[in-house]
């Protein structure tokens, strides 16, 4: 019997890694090249269209903080004035504090984008810009572009649904100075400190795909930190020009690509525990999500390990 067995493995195993080849090299990362609509965003005081600048660029802002949306009508709102309160606050007591926010409408088939515009209205289009993309990328592709469109020398992007409190940002920008080198850096806030007491409240099936999706990322891409999916993170410009215009995956398994990156070019990379609450209106199915993640990222280790994708050392 366990000479059938071993028979039966040594087929399988090699039959499995080929089936589990031909799957990462079929899925598609097609990412699409940024549309001439996009790179334009609209000022709804004066009626016109203006150009976004480059991350190329030299930085004219402190900080630009990215918020990615796609179908955000309800929540938005509650998250901007999170944020708002914050950087107004921090501005007051410090005039060299200079802020931009990018809102991403992801393709959003509602008001998404109509509601964004009223902030911009209301604040300008120097301290609030809208992006709306022409077709819905996936929250990657969404941050990407926002990351792209940038004028800060610190780049934040933080969810639309506002889960992570904005004023934890004092402790990410902490953790960001006292670990930054040679101009680069890259901040995660994380939710580690949380997973107990979230295993308590999660039903035993989505505590074992947490668990199963925190063994693959660490076994296949990133091995330095815990948390890689808290949508609460902050780039050195520098280190945002050299993972973001290297980036392929645009859809939920992002943030592992983007942490592969910087751990290949020796980017240090820093956990910040930070407070975050589950907000009803979640859009992700924790199944479908899983399953899609799961062949991403054998999808991004095996693309790099075969020399299909690269990674490329882009200082200015």
């Not at 929540?75 to 107004?88: G, I, N």
């Amino acid at each position: 019997m366990i000479e059938q067995l071993s028979y039966l493995l040594i087929i399988l195993v090699p039959f499995g890694l080929i089936i589990l080849s031909i799957i990462c090299l079929l899925r598609s990362f097609k990412m699409a090249s940024r549309s001439e609509n996009e790179k334009y965003f609209h000022d709804p005081i004066t009626k016109s269209r203006k150009q976004f600048p480059s991350l190329k660029d030299s930085y004219s802002k402190y900080l630009s903080v990215i918020i990615p949306a796609y179908k955000e009508v309800d929540r938005l709102p509650v998250m901007m004035k999170d944020t708002m309160d914050y950087l107004e606050q921090r501005q007051a007591k410090d005039s060299s504090f200079t802020y931009e926010l990018i809102i991403v409408d992801d393709g959003s088939p509602d008001k998404t984008s109509e509601i964004a515009l009223k902030f911009s209205a209301q604040y300008g289009t120097d301290i609030v810009r809208v992006l709306t993309l022409d077709a819905n990328r996936g929250k990657g592709g969404a941050v990407r572009m926002g990351v792209l469109s940038a004028r800060g020398q610190w780049i934040l992007f933080a969810d639309a649904d506002g889960a992570t409190k904005f004023s934890d940002f004092t402790k990410v920008e902490k953790g960001a100075l006292a670990a930054i080198k040679n101009n680069d850096v890259v901040v995660c806030g994380s939710r580690r400190h949380l997973e107990q007491e979230s295993v308590s409240q999660r039903s035993a099936f989505r505590t074992l795909l947490m668990y199963v999706f925190h063994f693959e990322v660490w076994l296949f891409a990133v091995k330095s930190i815990r948390d890689t999916q808290c949508g609460f993170k902050l780039f050195s410009r520098q280190a945002a020009q050299e993972i973001f215009t290297q980036m392929h995956v645009e859809r939920w398994a992002f943030d592992v690509e983007l942490l592969y990156i910087a751990e290949k070019l020796k980017i240090p990379i820093v956990e910040v525990d930070v407070n975050w609450q589950e907000i009803p209106g979640s859009k992700l199915d924790p199944f479908t999500a899983s399953l899609q993640m799961g062949i991403d990222i054998l999808a991004i280790w095996f693309r790099y390990i075969t020399g299909i994708w690269t990674i490329n050392h882009i200082k200015n």
